[in-house]
């Protein structure tokens, strides 16, 4: 009876045994990772589980814990950190992410599901103590990929944390099947192979979804896209420009793009030494000789125009010509005679550059820069108003109609021009152009010029809605406080003046200007002893105008 009793036992414990091996997949665990994202400064934004789907980094895992990061990584099964590199693609709905991890060559990615489940299937969602599930049946999205609805709604629901969005689900021999969502009454998993879908374009910087992270955005496989989307990130962190130039020379080694992205970022850090040998690499593998050496020639140039300091002796006005001229030679482009014109510029030659610049304008490069460019040039050779304006004019000119903001800038030259020569009015048509073309909100600097020359041309009201939006672009500039005081002052605003240049006595208690203006409002107001002392003030801080005004009011 004992002998039976323990047989009994011992297959009791056999079929136990048996059902809990039965229980989980073949390599439960294979290729699980905990992804954990973060804002700047390290404040934890999201947490969930992803996994590994090959040797080259590449993670699923749900996109929710990216939005609003700036930064993640993944925790392996041995408790090492690995670096979220790259976003492939991602997509709000499924909650599903694809992306890159550093350092995953000793990892074991896990296996990928050949054949697709089918209710009622038992299928397994994997965390650190994995679940096994019933496959209730599934939807087909795309016409291609399966959403697969999960059973077992009370043990997920019920415990959120253990079982996190972007848990791999996997079928019994631990293969793949999708990714789980237990978002909404609904608990699922996408598709896997939905992955495919989420491939980097030359858009991808712009996408709504990927634009809620700053971490990196892969680029494209293909060329075109790739320069897109390169482009796209210069207006990205630094350092992410820079992985992304890196990225591109290792896809397209032999084109010139990412060569010149990275020496142009590395130069402006101070690291012209880096940027030099990556133009000279440039040089040596590009196909295309000519646009290397052009690219040479223009970082150069604009390092050495742009940020003398610190100075890299190698880097010269006259190598970067000797830069352009082997670009000529191989190919004379215009593009590359505008080029010579700069440098010369530059170089104070501004005779050859104009002559370089008008010569231009008959190629086939004609454009509005090339006038622009030779409007300076006869600025610093002191010639007459008249030609430097006709040159300015044929820059406008040669804007294509309707006008977009690419001629912005040369509204505003043209602009100066007139104010320059006292055609005020044409001044503020030509500035009102320009702020309206512009993409940007124009600086307070700006409004407080246009400002000025409408004071000149007596359009008052003009002058004070354009001080009134410098004040509110930089309202701690008492400058621009004092000039509102003046505005009002000009106007018969005597209460609007004071008021105006207390505030800029306020930010400033030793500028001259405010207290002379709030002196005459006061006398204007018949405050004289209040308004005298004031322009006594003004006086001995130094205004000259102040004593005139005394002797009048006494």
Not at 146 to 172: C, I
Not at 381 to 401: G, H, N, P
Request: glycine fraction near 6%.
């Amino acid at each position: 009876m004992k002998d039976i009793r323990k047989f009994y036992i011992i297959m009791a414990l056999l079929l136990v045994s048996c059902f809990t091996a039965g229980a989980q997949p073949k390599s439960a665990t294979q290729g699980l990772l905990t992804l954990k994202t973060y804002k700047r400064g390290g404040k934890p934004v999201g947490t969930a589980y992803g996994v590994l789907i090959d040797r080259n980094g590449t993670v699923l895992s749900s996109w929710s814990p990216f939005n609003g990061a700036d930064s993640a990584v993944v925790v392996d099964g041995a408790g090492r950190s690995h670096s979220v590199e790259k976003i492939y693609g991602a997509n709000e709905l499924y909650d599903f992410a694809k992306f890159s991890i550093a350092g995953a060559s000793s990892l074991t990615p896990i296996a990928l599901a050949k054949s697709l489940p089918a209710a009622p299937a038992k299928l397994w969602v994997i965390t650190k103590k994995p679940l096994a599930v019933n496959l209730s049946r599934s939807e087909k999205f795309m016409t291609k990929y399966n959403y697969y609805v999960l059973g077992n709604k009370t043990e997920l629901m019920n415990d959120k944390l253990a079982y996190p969005n972007g848990s791999p689900v996997v079928n019994e021999k631990g293969e793949l099947v999708g990714v789980y969502n237990n978002g909404g009454s609904t608990l699922s998993a996408t598709d896997y192979r939905y992955a495919d879908e989420l491939i980097p374009s030359g858009l991808s910087m712009n996408s709504p979804t990927l634009r809620q992270t700053t971490i990196r955005k892969a680029l494209p496989n293909d060329l075109k896209g790739a320069q897109l989307a390169l482009m796209l990130a210069a207006d990205g962190p630094t350092a992410d420009y820079i992985a992304a130039a890196k990225d591109f020379i290792g896809m397209f080694p032999s084109e010139t793009d990412g060569y010149s992205a990275l020496a142009g970022a590395l130069w402006r850090q101070g690291k012209t030494a880096e940027a030099d040998k990556v133009l000279q690499d440039c040089v040596a593998k590009a196909k295309d000789k000519a646009t290397a050496h052009y690219n040479y020639a223009r970082e150069m140039w604009q390092k050495t125009a742009m940020m003398p300091e610190p100075p890299y002796p190698a880097w010269t006005y006259d190598k970067a010509m000797q830069e352009v001229d082997a670009a000529y030679k191989i190919n004379p482009l215009p593009i590359y005679d505008e080029m010579r014109g700069k440098i010369d510029y530059s170089k104070g030659n501004y005779d050859e550059a104009y002559k370089k610049f008008m010569s231009l304008t008959t190629s086939s490069i004609r454009n509005a820069d090339l006038f622009y460019e030779a409007a300076q040039c006869r600025q610093q050779m002191k010639a007459s108003d008249e030609e430097v304006l006709a040159l300015l004019d044929s820059a406008v000119c040669a804007c294509d109609t309707p006008y977009t903001t690419i001629a912005a800038p040369y509204f505003y030259a043209r602009g100066e021009q007139y104010g320059k020569m006292g055609k005020y009015r044409d001044a503020m048509l030509d500035m009102y152009r320009y702020e309206m073309l512009s993409t940007t909100m124009p600086t307070a600097a700006f409004y407080y010029e246009r400002e000025q020359v409408e004071i000149k041309g007596r359009i008052y009201q003009g002058a004070l809605n354009d001080i009134n939006r410098a004040v509110v672009l930089d309202r701690n500039n008492a400058q621009l406080w004092a000039e509102k005081a003046n505005v009002h002052l000009k106007v018969g605003q005597n209460d609007e003046a004071i008021k105006a240049a207390d505030i800029a006595i306020q930010l400033d208690s030793e500028y001259a200007s405010p207290y002379l203006v709030k002196g005459l409002a006061q006398c204007q107001n018949g405050n004289k002893t209040e308004g005298l002392q004031n322009l006594e003030k003004a006086k001995s801080l130094g205004d000259t105008q102040a004593d005139g005004f005394i002797t009048k009011f006494k």
